[in-house]
């Protein structure tokens, strides 16, 4: 589904991604882990054409990203829930679902999608009329997931959901990502939170300063002792 050959991307004259290849499969969950400052959100913003890559070539159901437009990269399957939420703080709830439904005209197909958000997350029916600056984080995170799902993607780039959030938020929203999975998004999740993201993943990368360490299905990843040692708290 998503093919990424030989990526590199600069900033400036850092080489902040060396080489990165990785692959997505139809109806899987693929984690991306690695430290603070690997390059895996840059690697999420190569694919939305967000970061222009140095050289390197990224396909999604055969059509190259590298010469699409962000928004019709959108058009195509591929929502990003970036980093940080980035929700519009002074819009509604209401408002930030509609605008994430900006590539579509079917009115009856919205609605469904709109319906679609508030089974995965109730409390957002609930708060439809609330601006999204005054919602917690846990709340903002749910609406950033279900803004991205108002384009009905059949690809979800889903960038460090758990950053900042409690505990028992963080099972809450993996327990959803999991569920849209099900429901038939394919998934590529950047997450720091190692332990959770393999946990729910089907297959798995380590990015190390920029470039992909280890690959395999997210069972091996979690038993590979590097990683244990590294990122699951292990000896």
Avoid: W
């Amino acid at each position: 589904m998503l093919q990424v050959k030989d990526l590199n991307v600069f900033y400036g004259g850092i080489h902040a991604i060396k080489g990165v290849s990785l692959k997505v499969k139809q109806g899987e969950i693929v984690a991306l882990i690695g430290a603070n400052g690997a390059g895996k959100s840059s690697t999420l913003k190569a694919i939305s054409n967000i970061l222009k890559p140095r050289s390197g070539d990224i396909t999604f159901e055969g059509s190259s990203l590298l010469t699409t437009s962000p928004h019709k990269i959108v058009s195509l399957g591929v929502s990003h829930v970036p980093e940080g939420r980035r929700i519009f703080a002074n819009l509604t709830v209401l408002e930030n679902l509609e605008l994430g439904a900006f590539t579509r005209t079917n009115p009856k197909e919205i609605r469904q999608s709109m319906e679609r958000v508030f089974l995965s997350f109730p409390r957002l029916k609930e708060r439809l009329t609330q601006v999204g600056g005054t919602l917690s984080g846990g709340e903002q995170q749910m609406l950033a997931i279900g803004r991205a799902l108002m384009s009905n993607p059949r690809l979800l780039l889903l960038d460090e959901p758990s950053m900042g959030l409690a505990p028992l938020l963080v099972r809450e929203i993996f327990s959803i990502v999991r569920e849209i999975n099900a429901a038939g998004t394919t998934i590529l999740l950047v997450e720091q939170n190692a332990h959770m993201a393999l946990s729910i993943a089907h297959s798995a990368y380590v990015l190390e300063t920029g470039s992909i360490t280890l690959a395999g299905t997210a069972q091996e990843i979690a038993n590979n002792p590097a990683v244990q040692k590294a990122y699951l708290g292990g000896h």
